[in-house]
């Protein structure tokens, strides 16, 4: 990997990622609505319309922004794939909460995030995001963690060693750690149980070896494309039912649940003065309470 000397190469460099990122997920999402044979396959196949937006700095100049990239298909029923590049102040509450910006409350960010909600009861939601903040400090952050509407030891296993492969290639203490923090972070306490099945989970991701850690976000990255596209095409002719689907709504309201009430990510788009439409893009186009 080419050595990133300077913070403005190493900017370049992640942002050069998540574009190339975004390009092959959406590449392989779109090639998969076109192989579906079971329900639903009588409908036109999905394709991603990208939409940018920008964010207005404070003193009225170009403070970044970013591109949405959302898919209404007939084996995703809502797929976003966001990019962003930002920059700016955090306010004065918010700098408090982010490593190195108490003094100096200046910030740059840069990721990717993508959320999938699926047609098929019988596969699973996922979701993925990395991103690379910087303030007087720098770090990674990010991770996939997968969620099930029914029990699925096979897709769970799959998922699992995927993102163990990744983290492997670093370090034997990245896959326990992170997988722990997942776990840990993916959690509803109002309701005392998990999101899902998990993945992996960092954040203040820094070892002092830049290009090893952007290293390792790319292999996250790269996981996710090559395991779970495998899961998806495994599931996506199964066929289900309405009290399937019904299952898989109310399930689906525990993801509303999360997102809207303990997501970190959600939290800083919201107080960054970020896209609305882009951070609320993981919630599903339907869900339902019992």
């Given at each position: 990997m080419t050595q990133a000397s300077t913070a403005e190469d190493r900017r370049a460099l992640m942002r050069a990622w998540v574009d190339e990122l975004r390009d092959r997920?959406?590449?392989?999402?779109?090639?998969?609505?076109?192989?579906?044979?079971?329900?639903?396959?009588?409908?036109?196949?999905?394709?991603?319309?990208?939409?940018?937006?920008?964010?207005?700095?404070?003193?009225?100049?170009?403070?970044?922004?970013?591109?949405?990239?959302?898919?209404?298909?007939?084996?995703?029923?809502?797929?976003?794939?966001?990019?962003?590049?930002?920059h700016g102040s955090f306010s004065a509450e918010f700098a408090k909460q982010m490593r190195g910006a108490s003094e100096d409350p200046r910030f740059w960010a840069c990721g990717i995030s993508l959320v999938a909600h699926m047609q098929n009861p019988h596969v699973p939601a996922v979701h993925m995001n990395t991103r690379h903040i910087r303030t007087t400090e720098g770090w990674f952050g990010g991770g996939s963690d997968l969620t099930p509407m029914f029990p699925d030891e096979a897709a769970a296993s799959a998922f699992h060693a995927a993102l163990k492969a990744a983290c492997d290639r670093q370090g034997?203490?990245?896959?326990?750690?992170?997988?722990?923090?997942?776990?840990?972070?993916?959690?509803?306490?109002?309701?005392?149980?998990?999101?899902?099945?998990?993945?992996?989970?960092?954040?203040?991701?820094?070892?002092?070896?830049?290009?090893?850690?952007?290293?390792?976000?790319?292999d996250v990255g790269l996981a996710f494309l090559d395991v779970y596209p495998q899961i998806v095409r495994e599931r996506m002719n199964r066929p289900w039912t309405e009290g399937d689907r019904d299952h898989q709504l109310v399930r689906r309201g525990r993801y509303v649940e999360f997102n809207l009430l303990h997501d970190r990510g959600t939290q800083f788009g919201l107080k960054t003065g970020g896209n609305v439409e882009a951070i609320l893009m993981s919630l599903p186009p339907e869900a339902r309470w019992p």
């Open positions: 997920i959406c590449a392989e999402f779109e090639s998969i609505e076109d192989e579906l044979t079971g329900q639903l396959s009588d409908r036109t196949p999905g394709r991603f319309e990208r939409k940018t937006w920008s964010r207005p700095g404070e003193d009225g100049g170009d403070a970044g922004g970013g591109v949405m990239s959302i898919m209404r298909g007939r084996v995703f029923e809502k797929v976003g794939v966001n990019i962003s590049e930002v034997p203490d990245h896959y326990p750690q992170f997988k722990k923090m997942c776990d840990e972070y993916f959690f509803l306490p109002h309701r005392n149980e998990a999101r899902g099945i998990g993945g992996i989970f960092y954040d203040y991701h820094n070892t002092g070896n830049w290009e090893a850690d952007f290293g390792f976000t790319r």
